[in-house]
Nanobody
Framework: QVHLVESGGGLVQAGGSMRLSCAAS????????MGWFRQAPGKEREFVAA????????NYSDSVKGRFTISRDNAKNTVYLQMNSLKPDDTAVYYC???????????????????WGQGTQVTVSS
């Protein structure tokens, strides 16, 4: 497993932008697929976005497609989530997750990830 720490959350108005960062330590994540998930109050945690080891492939949930962009900088051992055109429905705790090393394929299931950060709160006001 790898230690993950999210940052960049906070309060933003609807229509605004925010960038989340996920810094990994202990082990490299360059050989791991990465993902972002979120959990809104009273709801189950849901998939947001995933990116391949190289960053050459990604996928998104329908609810964020076209507004959010996942990216990574393997030299910095960091993954990002750029969120634009934010809506109040995007309010949630956002979690970064890492797949086991060398596993290929983009996955939206929580069970496909073996390392999780503690989460960062994103609140979008209307």
């Amino acid at each position: 497993q790898v230690h993950l720490v999210e940052s960049g959350g906070g309060l933003v108005q609807a229509g605004g932008s925010m960038r989340l960062s996920c810094a990994a330590s202990g082990r490299t994540v360059s050989n791991r697929g990465m993902g972002w998930f979120r959990q809104a109050p009273g709801k189950e945690r849901e998939f947001v976005a995933a990116i391949s080891q190289s960053g050459g492939s990604d996928n998104y949930s329908d609810s964020v497609k076209g507004r959010f962009t996942i990216s990574r900088d393997n030299a910095k051992n960091t993954v990002y989530l750029q969120m634009n055109s934010l809506k109040p429905d995007d309010t949630a705790v956002y979690y970064c997750a890492a797949r086991p090393a060398y596993y290929i394929g983009l996955r939206y299931s929580e069970g496909a990830y073996d390392s999780w950060g503690q989460g960062t709160q994103v609140t979008v006001s209307s």
